[in-house]
């Protein structure tokens, strides 16, 4: 005879506490994929669409993204793990100093190295810098190119005074079109 004592007891049903914010509850585990990629900047958005399931042509992904859900998800993922805008910008002004190490060889043995300058590295960081404070103007804000001159010549038949007929040429000279 078996003993009761020796059953499997049953398991308790429990639910685990997730942190996740009510107002993201509505997402599906696709989409919190898709933001939890974006948001390590590991990967490219296509990179990370296909790799958390979607197609480019996925319906429902076009309406989270329109409505910025996903947007919001990634926002409160990279606040949550400490990337808010003052990290980027504390990141950004790192970079504003970085250098690079360079290895010198002879016969594949290394005799030297220094650290220089990585003027790539300041020069991006200063562009996204300036980018962020306004400095470079909309493209869409350029003023459209001024029109061409108006030229017209007109010819016209005339009869000369001694009765001949000949052609008078009438040059008009005005501003645009």
């Given amino acids: 005879m078996v003993d009761p004592s020796d059953s499997p007891k049953p398991r308790k049903k429990y639910r685990r506490r997730s942190t996740l914010p009510k107002r993201f509850s509505h997402l599906n585990m ?3 994929r898709l933001g939890e990629l974006v ?6 958005v296509s990179d990370a669409m296909r790799q958390a399931g979607f197609s480019d042509t996925s319906q429902s992904l076009r309406d989270s993204v329109n409505k910025g859900d996903i ?7 990279l606040d949550t793990e400490g990337g808010s805008p003052l ?24 005799t030297d190295q220094r650290d220089v300058e ?9 562009k996204t810098i300036l980018e962020l404070h306004g400095a470079f103007p909309d493209k869409q804000e350029a003023p459209p190119p001024p029109a061409p001159p108006k030229l017209t010549i007109t010819l016209q038949e005339v009869t000369l005074p001694d009765g ?11 501003g645009a079109a």
Avoid: C, N, P
């Fill in 164 to 174: 001949t007929k000949g052609m008078q040429r009438v040059v008009e000279f005005g």
């Fill in 71 to 77: 947007r919001q998800y990634v926002r409160w993922l």
């Fill in 118 to 126: 990585a003027h790539a590295i300041q020069l991006d960081a200063s």
């Fill in 39 to 44: 948001s390590s900047g590991k990967l490219s």
């Fill in 30 to 32: 696709r989409e919190r």
């Fill in 87 to 110: 990290e980027a910008v504390r990141v950004l002004t790192g970079k504003l100093k970085a250098q690079d190490t360079r290895f010198f060889q002879k016969d594949g043995i290394v």
